[in-house]
């Protein structure tokens, strides 16, 4: 099992940034990919930013050139620095790390509310 816990959350206004952060504790042997995603009221969880073992990193059109993943494989933790950002990244955030090659099992954080005001 993986525990993963998120922090960094919070309310801000539009223009402004706000950093994410997710450690990783467990079984963390084996993780390949860890990211984060959002959700609001309604709609499907989307991706806003990836990256896979090594430095291979993945973002949502919606949010290139304003957020950028990072990971501290010494600390297992993965960040989420957002800038710039707008109303319509306001939703509830989550973490997610993906262990195994052939079975590939999937760990949620609990999420972590982002509300960013006009």
């Known amino acids: 099992q993986v525990q993963l816990v998120e922090s960094g959350g919070g309310l801000v206004q539009a223009g402004g940034s706000l950093r994410l952060s997710c450690a990783a504790s467990?079984?963390?042997?084996?993780?390949?990919?860890m990211g984060w995603y959002r959700q609001v009221p309604g709609k499907q969880r989307e991706l806003v930013a990836a990256i896979i073992s090594g430095a291979s990193t993945k973002y949502a059109d919606s949010v290139k050139g304003r957020f950028t993943i990072s990971r501290d494989n010494a600390k297992n933790t993965v960040a989420l620095q957002m800038s710039s950002l707008k109303p319509e990244d306001t939703a509830v955030y989550y973490c997610k790390v993906e262990k195994g090659r052939a079975v590939v099992v999937a760990y949620w954080g609990q999420g972590t509310q982002v509300t960013v005001s006009s």
């Open positions: 467990g079984s963390i042997f084996g993780i390949n990919a």
